[in-house]
């Protein structure tokens, strides 16, 4: 498998724009997390999905953050509109029944 | 619920010393503990983790951790520090069965000093 596959890698947009980070977690996972890390916050929990439908979605900072899963290979993270203080690493992970979880290489997104 | 206190969000050691990060949790259920590592602009890697069974865990890289349900602690160890090792070092739970939800800590920056 290649692991927990995330688009794109780097992303720069100016204040006021969307922006859409993808994720495709491992096939046969059935849980999926969104994280944000900065320096100053460490590694937040966004949110995640378990079978596709949002569990726990109370890390999402602001309604200009939102995250879909349509089907069990694919997920996003929209913010609209951005924000400089947005700027952070996003990661994707996914994980099934009582394993660990896996880490996609994450987004840095600047917000310029 | 569930929480992880890391104690020290740096720690520097020798290259040869002893590494010791600690990590202290919180779960309302039996918990599953792990510890990652990351690496400049890399994403996590996990280095071992604790589910049932024996409380002492080897990982990769001559890492190993002991759960000590008492003391509600699964502090990460290895004997002899390597220049490689620096790196970040994130402790996590999450819950045994049920929903997968996996809360971290703060992370330990490990500096390691020729």
């Known amino acids: 498998d290649a692991g927990v596959i995330q688009s794109p890698r780097h992303e720069v947009t100016e204040m006021g724009q969307e922006v859409t980070l993808r994720c495709k977690p491992i096939?046969?996972?059935?849980?999926l997390f969104w994280y944000r890390q900065t320096m100053m916050r460490g590694l937040e929990l966004l949110i995640y999905?378990?079978?596709?439908?949002?569990?726990?979605d109370s890390g999402m900072p602001e309604d200009r953050f939102s995250a879909k899963m349509p089907n069990a290979s694919f997920s996003t993270l929209k913010i609209q509109p951005s924000e400089p203080r947005d700027s952070a690493v996003y990661f994707c992970a996914s994980n099934t029944k009582n394993t660990e979880a896996f880490f996609g290489q994450g987004t840095r997104l600047t917000v310029v | 619920a569930q929480s992880v206190t890391q104690l020290g969000s740096h720690v520097s050691v020798s290259e040869g010393a002893l590494v010791l990060l600690r990590c202290n949790y919180s779960s309302s259920v039996p918990p599953y503990l792990f510890w990652y590592v990351q690496y400049p602009n890399q994403g996590l890697q996990l280095l071992l983790k604790?589910?049932?069974?024996?409380?002492l865990v080897k990982g990769i890289n001559g890492f190993e951790a002991e759960f000590k349900k008492s003391e509600t602690s699964f502090h990460l160890t290895k004997p002899s520090a390597h220049m490689s090792d620096a790196a970040e070092y994130f402790c996590a739970v999450s819950g045994a069965g049920g929903y997968q939800k996996v809360t971290f800590g703060i992370g330990t920056k490990l500096q390691v000093i020729p």
């Open positions: 604790y589910t049932t069974g024996a409380t």
């Open positions: 096939s046969g996972h059935n849980s």
């Open positions: 999905f378990n079978n596709n439908v949002p569990i726990d």
